[in-house]
């Protein structure tokens, strides 16, 4: 599989942003989705996941409320939209794709796939 994203940019505090990630090949629909970002000098972390059907998303606290994941099979794409973003949201964001789910996803262990990333940067 291939990942790659798109949408990122330059954008003032309380603004918004929506990053997709384009995925090839046959098997999008196996697959937990997700988005991480790593800020300079620190850890990639854990952003938001959606799984397989869509039922289900997982969001890491700092977000929840401002972002929202999605996924369309037909187009094997997933999005994640961000409003009300802040500074500390600056990183470059990386869609992930696993057949894991909960904990082992959250903690990068059950990535199968990563794509390059997407640089967002939140100021003024």
């Known amino acids: 599989e291939q990942l790659v994203e798109s949408g990122g940019g330059l954008v003032q505090p309380g603004g918004s942003l929506r990053l997709s990630c384009a995925v090839s090949?046959?098997?999008?629909?196996?697959?937990?989705m997700g988005w991480f970002r790593q800020a300079p000098g620190k850890e990639r972390e854990f952003v938001a996941a959606i799984n397989w059907s869509g039922a289900n998303t997982d969001y890491v606290d700092s977000v929840k409320g401002r972002f929202t994941i999605s996924r369309d099979g037909t187009k094997n794409t997933v999005w994640l939209q961000m409003n009300s973003l802040k500074p500390e949201d600056t990183a470059v964001y990386y869609c992930?794709?696993?057949?894991?789910?909960?904990?082992?996803?959250?903690?990068?262990?059950?990535?199968?796939?990563w794509g390059k990333g997407t640089l967002v940067t939140v100021s003024s």
């Open positions: 090949g046959r098997t999008f629909s196996t697959y937990a």
């Open positions: 992930a794709a696993s057949t894991a789910w909960g904990a082992a996803f959250r903690e990068l262990r059950g990535v199968n796939y």
